[in-house]
């Protein structure tokens, strides 16, 4: 399927033919043009992720992947610094392929730890389907054409998670090659960072799940691990044109939403938190429902 959408405001080209970019111009510049443009880098978040790239991010089920990728959205979308560190603010879509209710209490949850309001005006938009890519890709930058009228061409596209918005096979040259051609025309498209939300191995848990194509194709790699006491690790493995930052410590903390459910109990939630020292951390401040996590919808 084609895309036919186009905004009508000066932000976009018009749309690629499909996803392997057919119908675009192959250009060539100068190393002297190469040469004129900015060396600094153009950061997303900074330290972290850089504009207009490809991010890996992996972790086993339940180590809060999710919550990570949403606190990243959520931060662009704002504005908020993420751990202290300045984000370019901008629209952010994400892309999801499961959890959309939990995904709506986990916002509040973010919200309400973060001292945020709710607004129309905040350009943090979710898929009401699942991607389909790479087959519907063009279906995807339709309805990513479509809300950037509004709110504006987005700087990060957040896919959460890759087997459940993936067509094709994982583990096959032919079946990756397509996915990550998908990812690329939508990085071209808007010159946005694209982040994947993945799994780790089976047998390697070090590495993400799929063929190698996949982070050979990575300008980042984050794994999420899980730590004792409710505790989870943040580390880069790849970085292609920056210095890795340091490795980050979280944890995961319910959080009582307004609401209560039908028998009149408080509605709550989970939100990753920058995690102090050890030493510092308070017994109550993680719940023990998250020190050994067994629910699976934290992914």
Not at 125 to 135: H, V, Y
Not at 225 to 238: A, F, I
Not at 275 to 295: G, K, N
């Amino acid at each position: 399927m084609e895309a036919k959408s186009n905004c009508t405001n000066g932000q976009l080209e018009p749309a690629l033919n499909n996803a392997s970019g057919r119908g675009r111009r192959f250009r060539m510049t100068s190393a002297f043009e190469l040469r004129r443009n900015p060396l600094s880098h153009d950061w997303l978040i900074q330290g972290f992720l850089e504009a207009n790239t490809l991010a890996l991010l992996f972790g086993e089920p339940a180590a809060g992947k999710s919550l990570l990728a949403l606190d990243w959205a959520a931060s662009v979308a704002t504005g908020r610094a993420w751990c202290g560190r300045q984000t370019r603010r901008g629209t952010a879509i994400y892309l999801a392929g499961e959890g959309y209710r939990g995904l709506a209490r986990r916002l509040a949850a973010w919200e309400r730890v973060n001292g945020q309001e709710s607004s129309p005006d905040v350009p943090l938009l979710f898929s009401e389907c699942i991607a389909g890519l790479p087959d519907s890709v063009g279906a995807v930058i339709e309805g990513i054409d479509a809300v950037a009228i509004r709110y504006g061409k987005p700087l990060l596209v957040v896919i959460d998670t890759l087997a459940r918005c993936f067509t094709g096979d994982e583990n096959s040259a032919g079946g990756m090659g397509g996915f990550l051609t998908a990812c690329d025309a939508m990085r071209l498209r808007y010159g946005c960072t694209v982040l994947i939300v993945h799994h780790s191995g089976h047998s390697d848990k070090g590495r993400a799940r799929g063929y190698s194509s996949l982070p050979a194709a990575m300008d980042a790699i984050y794994q999420l691990e899980t730590e004792g006491e409710g505790r989870r690790k943040l580390k880069c493995s790849k970085a292609k044109d920056f210095s890795p930052p340091a490795t980050c410590s979280f944890i995961i903390q319910e959080v009582k939403l307004p609401d209560t459910d039908q028998r009149g109990k408080p509605v709550t939630a989970p939100v990753l938190k920058e995690a102090p020292a050890l030493a510092e951390l308070p017994q109550a401040t993680v719940s023990p429902a998250w020190r050994h996590p067994s629910r699976t919808y934290l992914r």
